[in-house]
């Protein structure tokens, strides 16, 4: 069963996310506080959705989701941040019943595309993905900042050497 998250189900939220840092070897990048990721949830103004699958009234994998616009289509669209089914859990459907939740959120919203990144290392994943139909984005590498690089660049520009 997928059904949407609920504030209560915040610590196995937690538990996945952490689960999934893990098997992407980013333990140490897992830093959040845990009332803010509640309020960007579950808050007046949530910046992102979770499905959880669950099997027996138990939470057994997530999709993290939330939007994006596309220019050329005009349209909004849908960005799948993560997508995890506890190993125990995997191979009878939870992953793949996830997407296709997020996709009929997508469709039924108007959106125009449902997007996601994946490791290059994860052939998993990628094998995964293939069996829907998606295409690679070939060409785009993604770039990121953060921490004082992000923080320095709001600040503004930096003055001439010299």
């Not at 959880?52 to 057994?60: D, W």
């Not at 039924?108 to 990144?117: D, K, M, N, T, Y």
């Amino acid at each position: 069963m997928i059904r949407d998250a609920r504030p209560g189900d915040l610590d196995a939220i937690f538990g996945f996310i952490h689960a999934l840092a893990a098997y992407e070897r980013e333990s140490e990048s897992v830093a959040f506080d845990p009332h803010e990721f509640g309020e960007n949830l579950f808050g007046p103004e949530p910046c992102a959705e979770v499905l959880l699958a669950e099997e027996a009234g138990r939470p057994v994998g997530f999709a993290l989701f939330y939007r994006s616009f596309s220019t050329w289509t005009g349209k909004p669209g849908l960005h799948l941040e993560d997508l995890f089914v506890s190993p125990a859990a995997r191979g009878r459907g939870h992953g793949r019943a996830l997407i296709a939740a997020v996709a009929r959120k997508a469709v039924q919203r108007g959106c125009a595309r449902l997007e996601w990144a994946v490791l290059d290392w994860n052939r998993p994943a990628i094998d995964f993905y293939e069996t829907l139909r998606s295409v690679p984005q070939s060409g785009w590498t993604t770039h990121r900042l953060d921490g004082e690089a992000l923080a320095g660049l709001a600040r503004g520009p930096r003055p001439p050497d010299g």
